[in-house]
């Protein structure tokens, strides 16, 4: 590893600044846990880190207008340990703790996992699936835009290489609806998925018509990305067993895994159809214990 | 070079290091802490866990500049006046160490999953040592050495490390 530099900054206008000063090489740091590692096989080597997980403005969980903001330093450990978050978006807290191991999840951060943009990422879906808006600062000032949308391709994403992602906000009106994360891996731990499905559905009480609906799929393609048709035929129809199969044959589909060292094309669309059915049978049935 | 502080195992100790060393390297490197062990240097397998602050973190991962003002804790710092912390006894006592390079993780992050919940079944446990890989115990006498480990910390002989 050759020499880098490093820099903690204490606010998010120390982050541009830096950012702006360093040049386009750069490379903020929060967790690490992928940066690190990026570096270490050779895939970068920037001339500085800039450290951001001291900046007040990124971290935490608290409710805000409209929603829930979450910090986009805050650790996955504490996503899946937050009351807040475990009670109205429990598929986020079932997401992160799905990321690696105690001690990946002790660091890695949510912001991260995003940023870093990798088909893989487990938290992509849920936020996905969560209608997750995403809060971002550049030199032109703040700019807010849906997570659908922010992945650009494969270890890609739509921020400049001077803005900041300050955090997510989760919207009030998906708190408490059913939700579930599916992730199919080789072990049960520590490992990469497969494949990934996360559902988030309002459904009427008594008759279970679904009132709104979200698929997301996590490695069924170049970027994390909501299952449209999938979702177009849940909305408005009856949740049940039948449906659900039928929705995971649609999503399956529509997904465009590809063959790679951990799975082949055809095996991540059959378990795409397995997990797509599951994750819609799971917050069915969360929505029917809420009732009860 | 950057001079920083790290707080390990109750010592504060003035280094001079490069901004991109990591924990790992400096405590075995610079502080002749070889006790953290280095596996896959890739966050794969828990040898080098140590605690921050209480909490259980891969080295291997984590910059040594990040550790500044923090509570460290190694495998050479849970030992008291010379008497095991119980984990350690219990891993003695079970039989739960075989080659030994999974060890000094398994125990410290035995340690602060017995902080965070003091009586774990084996399920949580299992759960617990995911992110630890051990390629001799089969992880049998491991789980067994934690869950005597928590009787004893129920019974009072007490892990007083958070």
């Known amino acids: ?32 846990t992928d940066v690190l590692m990026d570096i270490r096989r050779g895939k970068y080597t920037p001339p500085v880190l800039i450290g951001i997980t001291e900046i007040p403005e990124l971290q935490g969980i608290r409710p805000t207008e409209g929603g829930l903001w979450i910090g986009a330093v805050t650790t996955h450990h504490a996503v899946t340990m937050s009351p807040l978050v475990l009670e109205r978006y429990p598929v986020l807290a079932s997401a992160s703790g799905k990321v690696g191991s105690h001690q990946i999840r002790n660091v890695a951060t949510i912001g991260g996992n995003i940023c870093n943009a990798v088909p893989c990422a487990d938290t992509a879906p849920a936020l996905l699936a969560l209608d997750a808006q995403a809060h971002v600062l550049g030199p032109e000032g703040k700019r807010v835009l849906p ?16 803005e900041l992602l300050l955090g ?25 998925q497969m494949c990934g499905a996360a559902v988030v559905l309002t459904a ?9 609906a979200r698929i997301a799929l996590g490695t069924a393609g170049p970027v994390p990305r909501r299952a449209d048709a999938a979702e177009a035929a849940l909305k408005g129809a009856v949740v049940n067993e ?36 599951r994750a819609i049978l799971d917050a069915l049935a969360h929505i029917k214990g809420a009732r009860s | 070079m950057k001079e920083i502080t790290l707080n390990v195992n109750g010592e504060n100790h003035r280094l001079e290091i490069e901004p991109h060393w990591t924990l790992l390297y400096v405590l075995r490197e610079k502080l002749d802490l070889v006790g953290t062990k280095e596996g896959c240097n890739a966050g794969d397998c828990g040898a080098c ?50 080659c030994g390079f999974c060890t000094p993780g398994m125990v410290l992050r035995a340690v602060s999953l017995l902080a965070e919940n003091p009586q774990p079944d084996a399920t949580e446990i299992r759960q617990a040592i995911s992110g630890n890989l051990c390629r001799c115990t089969g992880y049998v006498k491991i789980v067994q050495a934690i869950e005597l480990a928590a009787q004893d910390v129920t019974t009072g002989s007490g892990v007083s490390d958070e």
């Open chain 1, 1 to 32: 590893m050759v020499r880098i530099e490093y820099v903690e900054a204490a606010s998010s206008d120390e982050v541009l600044a830096a950012l702006s000063q360093w040049g386009p090489d750069a490379r903020l740091i929060a967790g690490g």
């Open chain 1, 147 to 162: 997570l659908d949308g922010f992945f650009a391709g494969p270890g890609r994403s739509v921020l400049a290489r001077n």
């Open chain 1, 168 to 192: 997510f906000v989760l919207p009030d009106r998906l708190a408490g609806a059913g939700g579930s994360y599916h992730k199919h891996s080789w072990r049960e731990a520590l490992d990469i």
């Open chain 1, 204 to 212: 009427d009480p008594g008759d279970c018509r679904c009132l709104e």
């Open chain 1, 242 to 277: 039948e449906l659900a199969s039928e929705l995971g044959r649609i999503a399956a589909a529509e997904a465009r895994p590809r063959t790679s060292a951990r799975a082949t094309e055809e095996y991540r669309r059959e378990m795409i159809e397995v997990l797509v059915k």
């Open chain 2, 49 to 98: 866990t140590v605690l921050i602050d209480g909490k259980a973190i891969n080295s291997c991962l984590f910059l040594a500049v990040r550790s500044e003002g923090r509570r460290i804790v190694t495998i050479e710092g849970l030992a008291q006046n010379g008497k095991l912390h119980p984990v350690q006894q219990a891993f003695v006592d079970v039989g739960a160490v075989q």
